[in-house]
């Protein structure tokens, strides 16, 4: 009986050891799998990234192309964060290419819900909430889930120059419908925009001939300078044919 | 009895009826034949444009009320109405090398078209979205005398400011009479019942809706999907050479290059064509062939 004991307790061990290799083994598997989509996101991510360097319009071939990468990333781990978001990203690439609106405008949904699922695993990525704002700016759809997203990304992401573009970009184009705090909230982008990224924020203001909005801030002096003169003159020339007809 | 020189002056008259007969004759028969192309002069000489390529279901209703399925190479005269069903699209050029893409459930009316290649500042065209979406790029009329083309969409009216090229994607709503226009190449001046006209520039989109002043105009990555994609099919419209087209030719080329293929045969053969063989009633058969 004595002699037996030790026996028993050897296979005990010896099966721990193998459950415990076998785990070792499915993991090691699974860092592989991640490991190999990590690397295809990151070749097409370098792709993006050369794109911004030399910036053209891209062919809907070569945006099929890339997204051909984050989909074989996809293929490995259905739920990579990093491959949703820049297949997302490139589906709103390809709305402006596409061959019919239809097709744009289900290239825009694609890339709304891609978000959605990325943003489950990443809850406080700014840029995920900037990007889920920007998708909801192109399908026409300004509901609350729209200024969730505006809200959260301002939050999230209130140092970050990217995250701050894109939520002033989609704030603007909304500005009508959007409430006094997010309001103040873009207002608050320019402020601190300023500091890192005033050239790139006053690009989009500009566009929007939104002067208003930076006229009051001091940073934006330099840049803004002729367009504020501009649109202070027009003021005072308004009030005094205000005057006149009055 | 006719006398010797009598008889020689009938004869001579008769050579002379015959003769003249002789070269009368084809000049009828030239005339004949002439007459039906004589008869489709006109209709050459209005055809607004054709259709230079179709996709899926589009109908033309032509001013008499007659409303047939479109083909590529059908040419289209002033009064004519185009309708693109569900899944279909259409692409219209016109005699001025003005290129209009119709997308699905459209419909485009042509209310007037003239162009007269001698004459730019007499050319006029006037075109009318009624429902859905299309995208244009101006041809010899509209860059060379803006004031010559007028588009009309819902309750808005567009005209070419400058005198360039201008490409743009117009989308409204028959029943609303909301619209978007998104421009991406030239500029252009929209005027509204509500308000004071605005010039939409290159890269910049506008919305309009019935009996409000319209807002000022965005930059157009901030335009809905479907617009950003009218826009971009206007681009690339932009960039091919937009010039006069003879109408017919290039109608009849398109027509042609789209005829279904022969009926199968060794290659090199010339297809015959047989009179059809109808049965008699005794198991036989009635006509040429028997």
Redesign the interface.
Known sequence: MHANVPVAQHRGVMWACMALLVCLGLVAIQSVRMGVAGLIVELAQTEVNRWAATPARRGLGELNRVAGYFSDSLGIIADNPWALEGLGALDLAR???????????A??RDAHLRFRRALQQRPTSPFLWANIARSK????EIDEEFFKAMRHADELGRWEPASQQTVL??G??AW?KLDPGLQQAMTGILRRGSLRNAPKLYEIVK???RFDLVCGIGEYNLIAGPDCRRLEGGAKSGRRMNKGNR | MLTKDASRSLRALVAAGLVLVQAVLPCVVWAQAAAPSAGAAPAAATASGFLSSVTGVVFIRKANGEQVAAKPGDVFEPGSTIVAGANG?VGLLFADGQIIGL??NSTLRVDAYRFDASDIKASRAAIVLVSG?MTVVTGVIGNENPQGLSIAAGNMTLSVAGKDATAFGI?VNAATQAGSVAVTVGALLIRTPAGPAITVGAEQFVRLQAGVAT??P??L?????????????ARSFAQAETAPVDVQAAAIKLALANLPPAAAGPAGTTPVFLPPVTPGAAGGCVGSPC
């Not at chain 2, 990555?221 to 009218?230: G, K, T, V």
Request: proline letters at 9%; glycine letters at 6%; aromatic letters at 6%.
């Open positions: 709305v402006r290419v596409s061959g019919t609106p239809a097709e744009a405008v290239f825009t700016l192109l399908l026409d970009f989609a603007l184009a009508g566009s929007y001939r | 699209q997308s699905a979406a989308e807002a000022p965005q930059p990555s901030a335009a809905p999907a479907a617009l950003q994609a009218l826009a971009g099919l």
